[in-house]
């Protein structure tokens, strides 16, 4: 098993979604995910795997493999069968092969939500659950799943997501509309803010009028902005997953409790893609490309939840998986 410290770095130890379970059928599909390569499929009853997608013996990709009816994925190179957490379980032609010294490197893997979930070091036991936003698991909720890609780094993508005061300027014709039509030069943001458990609440709201809206930072890279309709549930979410150092996939989900027929979600998903292309443009001409500490750029008052995702990063999440 390689060490846990090499893989990830700059994103180790983390639970984070990385696709929709519908697009993992038994079939092994290839990611992705903080520059290290990494193969989903689902073993017997479709429990799901997820391994590093590197063969042990002569480091094949084994998402060029297949799963077989034992609910093992072979290697398309000699054969070799894995099962759903990494153990070698037929080494052919070498019936005296110490299968327990030849298994693939394994990832702990959830099904949560309609999402699946890895956690980012070969361990065998995760040392914390994922906790997802509220909003992506509550049966009462209609979800919808779009997915784009964004040329920069994750960093960059996630403090958009969390940054407010950009949405009169950037989405002045979304979901900016009415901020950007009262704002005045002398307006003011007013921004409060809570630590969670799993993160940080921000509210925020232009010169007292109209109702606080919130938005949430789930670590490491989730948001959940809690859309204010009087009586309704409205939620729009980022989930911003790193693929290298210049690639990020963002799953945007919106959840509603009203309009929930399935024939309404592709006008969700249109909104959604609006409001994403909006942003792309602004933060793929980010220089530097990956967020730099605080002391390299200027801020301001409404800069507090982008700088807390700093911190966050360069302090804790950077200097993770440095071999
Ligand atoms: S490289 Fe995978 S079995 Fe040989
Ligand atoms: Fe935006």
Redesign the pocket.
């Known amino acids: 098993m390689l060490a846990s410290g090499m893989l990830f770095p700059g994103f180790a130890g983390v639970w984070t979604p990385v696709l929709q379970s519908r697009k993992v059928k038994r079939d092994p599909v290839g990611i992705r995910v903080a520059g290290e390569k990494v193969v989903l499929f689902r073993g017997r009853d479709g429990v799901p795997g997820a391994l590093v997608d590197r063969c042990p013996h002569r480091g094949v990709a084994l998402s060029l493999g297949q799963v077989g009816e034992d609910g093992c994925i072979a290697c398309p190179f000699h054969g070799w069968r894995f099962g759903p957490d990494g153990t070698a379980r037929h080494v052919p032609l070498n019936p005296d092969a110490k299968l327990e010294r030849l298994g693939a490197t394994a990832l702990p893997v959830r099904e949560i939500g309609d999402l699946l979930w890895i956690f980012t070091a070969a361990v065998e036991t995760a040392p914390v659950e994922p906790i997802p936003p509220e909003a992506l698991v509550d049966p009462a909720l209609r979800r919808t799943y779009l997915e784009v890609t964004w040329n920069c780094h994750w960093t960059r993508a996630m403090e958009?997501?969390l940054?407010t005061p950009?949405?009169p300027f950037?989405?002045r014709t979304t979901i900016g509309r009415s901020m950007a039509k009262r704002m005045t030069p002398s307006s003011r943001m007013e921004i409060t803010w809570e630590e969670r458990p799993w993160g940080s609440r921000q509210g925020f709201r232009l010169d007292g009028q109209g109702d606080v809206a919130f938005l949430d930072f789930h670590r490491p890279n989730m948001m959940a902005l809690h859309i204010p309709i009087p009586g309704r549930r409205f939620r729009m979410h980022a989930l911003v997953i790193p693929i290298d150092d210049r690639t990020t996939r963002l799953i945007v989900a919106s959840a509603r409790d009203f309009a929930t027929f399935p024939l309404l979600d592709p006008f969700f998903d249109r909104m959604n893609a609006r409001?994403a292309a909006?942003?792309q443009g602004v933060v793929e001409s980010s220089d530097p490309v990956e967020a730099p500490p605080a002391g390299e750029e200027v801020s301001v008052a409404t800069d507090r939840a982008t700088l807390h995702f700093r911190k966050y990063y360069l302090d804790e999440l950077r200097p993770s998986g440095k071999g």
């Open positions: 958009n997501m940054d950009h949405l950037v989405h409001i909006q942003d």
